[in-house]
């Protein structure tokens, strides 16, 4: 009992039970099972078994850390990463044995012992406090009752449906295939395979913790590079398909998924790129900021010409399929870029951008489509439509905003929602149907033609989309820097103080809302062009929440902050397709996570990182 | 004729009557201070003054202008400056850019030059210029407040509470540079609850009193009279 209230041993306890949690959770939810199906390295590890092993090496590296810093011996440390790895696999073992054929007794005993177990404890406890007698028995017997009904009738719904899959669907054989490593007919052999590997991860972990940081540094970079190329195989084929012939291809792959060979050679040679860059990374930094003015002016626009030269010949490095997730990227970074106005600049909670979006959408469809519901004829082309939808969707920003404007915060956030909501009924609705198609939408929108070239692959929209963002980029960086933008600013801080300073704030609002459902309203006509067709349901309130997350994460009110948002939460999904709806679940707990740990997003601006760090102050100074 | 001339302003929140009929004058180069217990009404009356609330009835002459029904931005611009209560600095943003704020409404050159004259005022702002405004202590945040206000070049300088929540040494400070303002020849009216500092600065006062002025004097009297000595400077 002195072990378990030492800090150290709890720390352990509680990383190796939760590292446990995660495995028992993302295999009942039946996650573990969807990623097997998801191979790293050929024949060697799948995604699903990468859960099995990172979940108890992180757990394991993070206990090593902290019981580095409650003074621990290297011997218990590692004995630490041992107990959190058998910690971890204990909960699956638990579940295999209940769920196996000759254990099931197991999960029968249990149930009939946990009333007992639970009552005893109790009426030991109020033993212990020295309670009367009669209450003591009275309570024993009133616990075995209540806890015996419940557990009674889980093992009457077991006994019914035969097995855990009647409570728990997603325990199934495939659950089973992947957390014993294949050996679902000799069980023991199983729980005994999945017991070590969890135990061996656990102590690598704590171990990879107490190397010297260089090589540490080296082997964390090798072993994250090659298992992202791993878990991205599909794409970084279609990536190396652009540009490498078939052969060399299938010598690097198989399928979809990388051969033994280059998957260990990749991490030979990016552990070794790691080793130097810890090496010398740190005297590069140094001797780039001792660099003259002028140089290091030289060297940052060598950099900037790279990327530019990247962003150019993009396209044709990621061929079809990256490409038009690219424009996808596009089209929510335009979003994002203009909600920043609202939100980032001004402070206007809106959650109605889906508006925009959607009326940028429709106003291109029913101006440029060649199908029944376009009576123009294909007069309009894309071209002379989308400053039509730029100022349509500044219209419908405007319009919107004038309700709203004496609103503040929360009641803002739900009038917005609420305005997101009448525009999905009506594109929706009958009354509308003659003009934009009601539940069926709008049909055959042409393709934008650029001299005499009809641009119809993602690779030549994602130049409409680039030059967008590129102009969208430019005017937000130019109001973040201007009188205008100060003034929004000055009301997100303090609206009455900002009436104060001579600033018309409802004139200033209306600007926010209507500057910021431009960039929606060509966002919306880009996506209807590249799509084709314009439906009802691609405008949901989703959208909004979307375009809002991408934001939060990337860094409020920071511009590079909203593009790195943007690749994370629209392009990661994208890729992720296959794991259908457990990308939610991902994309969730990215969210709750990123805002426990980084709530400034992953590029913060300035302005909120200052605010953080004075976050800080404050709280030492009230700990002083 | 008074810079300022408030006639029976009647200030309502929602059904509650704030202000039952307050009037006073500020004449041009004035301390006035407005003095009184919690709820008299005082912060009422100065938001009504500086347009963020409307009385339903009475009126407001500015320089011989009814100012009662003007928006509270459209102010700044003819000469009425606010310090609100509670300092109000734009804690995200740093001090340099919470006094360009304060010019917000001007487009002449002189800026730059009453920048300097700001931090000549206070040095201390000068030394902090790049800091966040946040991270300022109280007493500096009073000054940046002040400052900010200064930077729109008002005639007319509304204090709302300059001593609320500073310690007792830093409060001496912000009179006397209240006093050091009105030197200047800016007008200042004043509302404080520490009523012994703000007579001790001002030329005249009124003490309100349940949405009403109760007293009102030179200041000078005001220290002397015994209902404010016992009320308000706690003498008994």
């Known amino acids: ?624 | 004729m008074a810079l300022l001339q408030v006639n029976e302003i009647h200030t309502y929140y929602g059904n509650i009557h704030a202000l039952k009929g307050v009037s006073f004058e500020v004449d041009s180069g004035e301390i006035i201070a407005l003095i009184g217990s919690n709820g008299a009404g005082k912060t009422t009356t100065l938001r009504t003054i500086s347009g963020l609330m409307a009385p339903r009835e009475g009126s407001i002459l500015y320089d011989g202008e009814d100012i009662s029904a003007s928006r509270a931005y459209t102010l700044v611009a003819k000469g009425i400056s606010m310090v609100p209560e509670g300092r109000g600095v734009f804690a995200k943003l740093t001090v340099e850019e919470n006094l360009d704020m304060g010019a917000y409404t001007r487009r002449d050159g002189g800026i730059k030059a009453d920048l300097a004259s700001a931090y000549e005022l206070f040095p201390r702002l000068e030394e902090r210029k790049k800091q966040v405004a946040g991270t300022l202590s109280g007493g500096e945040q009073q000054m940046l407040a002040i400052a900010r206000a200064l930077m729109a070049r008002p005639r007319l300088l509304l204090l709302d509470e300059p001593s609320m929540g500073l310690a007792p040494v830093l409060v001496d400070g912000v009179f006397d540079t209240v006093q050091r303002i009105a030197n200047e020849g800016v007008t200042i009216l004043l509302v404080e609850q520490n009523a012994h500092m703000a007579l001790q600065i001002a030329d005249r006062g009124y003490v309100l009193q349940s949405g009403e002025v109760a007293i009102s004097d030179t200041a000078a009297n005001l220290r002397v009279n015994e209902t404010v000595q016992r009320t308000y400077l706690g003498i008994d």
């Not at chain 1, 971890?88 to 946990?114: C, G, H, M, Q, W």
């Not at chain 1, 015996?148 to 325990?171: H, M, Q, W, Y």
């Not at chain 1, 219209?395 to 009038?415: E, K, S």
């Not at chain 1, 009601?438 to 049909?443: E, T």
């Open chain 1, 1 to 624: 009992m002195n072990l378990l209230r030492s800090e150290n041993a709890r720390t352990v306890l509680a990383l190796g039970l939760l590292s446990g949690a995660f495995i028992l959770f993302t295999g009942a939810v039946g996650m573990i099972a969807a990623f097997h199906e998801r191979e790293i390295v050929n024949d060697v590890i799948s995604l699903g078994q990468l859960l099995l092993l990172l979940a108890p090496s992180a757990a394991g590296f993070i206990a090593a850390d902290r019981l580095v810093k409650g003074g621990a011996a290297p011997r218990e440390i590692i004995s630490g990463g041992l107990v959190v790895g058998l910690l971890t696999a204990l909960p699956t073992v638990i579940l295999l044995l209940f769920n196996s054929e000759e254990y099931r007794f197991l999960l029968d005993l249990t149930l009939k012992l946990v009333p007992f177990v639970v009552a005893t404890y109790y009426a030991w406890k109020l033993h212990g406090a020295g309670s009367d007698q009669r209450l003591i028995i009275g309570s024993w017997l009133a616990l075995v009752v209540l806890i015996g009904i419940v557990t009674f009738s889980f093992a009457l719904i077991f006994e019914i449906k035969g097995d855990l899959r009647g409570v728990l669907p997603n325990i199934s054989r495939d659950w089973v295939d992947v957390v014993t490593f294949d050996q679902r007919k000799e069980l023991m052999t199983g729980i005994s395979t999945l017991l070590l590997v969890s135990l061996g991860a656990g102590a690598a972990g704590s171990i990879l913790f107490m190397l010297p940081p260089i090589p540490r540094k080296a082997l964390l970079y090798g072993l994250g590079i090659t298992l992202l190329v791993g878990a991205f195989g599909e794409t970084v084929r279609l990536i190396l398909q652009e540009n490498v012939d078939r052969d060399t291809l299938k010598q690097i792959f198989r399928r979809d998924t990388l051969r033994q060979d280059p998957a260990l050679m990749l991490f030979v040679v990016s552990t070794a790129a790691g080793f130097l860059w810890a090496m010398f990374g740190q005297q590069a930094r140094l001797g780039f900021s001792n660099l003259e003015p002028s140089r290091r002016r030289a060297v940052n626009g060598l950099g900037m010409l790279i990327f530019a030269a990247l962003l150019l010949m993009l396209p044709w490095l990621i061929g079809r399929t990256l490409s038009d997730v690219a424009v996808t990227i596009g089209i929510f970074v335009l979003m994002g870029l203009g909600l920043n106005i609202a939100i980032g600049l001004a402070g206007l909670l809106d959650l109605g951008y889906v508006t925009n979006y959607a009326v940028g959408a429709y106003i291109l469809a029913v101006l440029t489509s060649i199908g029944p519901l376009g009576r123009l004829d294909g007069v309009f082309t894309f071209w002379m439509v989308i400053p039509v939808a730029l100022l349509a969707a500044m219209c419908a920003g405007f319009i919107f905003a004038v309700p709203v404007l004496r609103m503040r915060g929360d009641y803002l956030a739900i009038a917005t929602l609420g305005f997101g909501e009448i525009i999905g009924k009506l594109a929706i609705s009958d009354w509308l149907k003659p003009l934009i198609g009601g539940a069926q939408g709008v049909q055959a929108i042409p393709k934008p033609i650029f001299l005499g070239t009809e641009l119809k692959n993602p690779e030549q929209l994602y130049y409409i989309v680039l030059f967008a963002s590129l102009v969208t980029l430019f005017v937000s960086i130019r109001l973040n820097n201007s009188r205008t933008g100060r003034q929004w600013m000055a009301i997100r801080e303090d609206e009455d103080v900002a009436t104060a300073m001579g600033i018309d704030t409802a004139r200033a609002k209306l600007l926010a809302f209507t500057l910021s459902a431009a960039t929606g309203g060509v966002a919306g006509a880009i996506f209807a062009a590249k799509v084709g067709t314009v439906f009802p349901n691609s405008f949901t309130v989703f959208i909004s929440i979307n375009v809002l997350s991408l934001i939060i994460v990337g860094g409020i009110a920071s511009n590079p902050g909203i593009v790195i948002g943007a690749v994370v939460l629209i392009g990661l999904p994208e890729l992720l397709r296959e794991f259908s709806d457990f990308r939610f679940l991902m994309y969730g707990a990215l969210l709750v996570i990123m805002m426990i740990k980084r709530p400034q997003g992953f590029i913060p601006s300035q302005l909120v990182s200052h605010e953080i760090r004075a976050g800080v102050k404050a709280k030492i100074a009230t700990a002083d």
